[in-house]
């Protein structure tokens, strides 16, 4: 399974943007980068995906390198719900190729 | 929409006992998928269920084993409990064809604590 890099952990003040590094410098042509995160004391949730271009939704923006070799997940405005364990996770694009290969995360505090 | 539901919550279990935990996949997915969690440590897959067989399977031993019904519900068996087995058991569906995936929505889990 290619692999992906993430520091330990970040603060951030609240309402401040946070940018979360990720590097996966042996992703293939056809990984999708994919984000979750973890709340305390719940399951992990879905955040945002993409293969090349930067994509945006409701919740955060991925900004994905030239090379593919990092991406970056950037929260516009950290609140304090946003506090959790944020996964960067590399996953092909077929039904079997589909399984979540969970890291150790970088565990994000967000200051009030 | 309830989402995917998992059952139950909390569960003691003695040292050799088996257990079973169940999980309701949102609707309209046909794909589920287990993940074991042990405390401070991200997911680790344990095997995902498509069209009532086990498509992928992480590396964990032959006393995990799983079953899909027609109505895409899953449940996990763990035989010969060790207390290494006690963790957090996630469940997470998804719509998952040859082709094409999708996002997984995970349960709650269910805390399995083996003495």
Redesign the interface.
């Known amino acids: 399974d290619a692999k992906t890099t993430q520091p330990n952990s970040m603060e951030s003040n609240e309402e401040e943007p946070v940018h979360l590094p990720c590097n996966h410098s042996t992703i293939s042509g056809t990984d999708y980068i994919h984000w979750y995160r973890q709340l305390p004391s719940q399951g992990p949730e879905y955040v945002i995906h993409g293969l090349t271009s930067n994509v945006n939704n409701r919740m955060a923006s991925l900004a994905i390198a030239e090379d593919r070799k990092s991406s970056t997940l950037i929260l516009h405005r950290a609140t304090l719900r946003d506090a959790a364990v944020y996964y960067c996770i590399l996953r092909g694009y077929t039904g079997a190729n589909s399984k979540l290969t969970f890291g150790k995360g970088i565990t994000l505090s967000v200051r009030p | 929409d309830a989402g995917?539901t998992q059952s139950p919550t909390h569960l003691i279990k003695t040292r050799g006992q088996q257990v079973t935990l169940r999980c309701s996949p949102k609707s309209g997915h046909d794909?589920v998928?287990w993940?074991q969690q042990a405390l401070g440590?991200?997911?680790?897959?344990i095997f995902?269920y498509?069209e009532e067989e086990e498509?992928?399977r992480?590396n964990f031993p032959d006393r995990f084993s799983g079953h899909q019904f027609p109505n895409y519900s899953s449940e996990l068996n763990v035989n010969a409990l060790l207390l290494g087995d006690s963790a957090l058991y996630?469940c997470?569906s998804?719509l998952?064809?040859?082709?094409?995936?999708t996002?997984?929505?995970?349960?709650?889990?269910t805390r399995l604590t083996v003495v």
């Open positions: 995917v794909t998928s993940y440590q991200g997911p680790q897959f995902q498509y498509r992928q992480g996630l997470a998804s998952d064809g040859v082709w094409m995936n996002e997984a929505f995970f349960g709650q889990g």
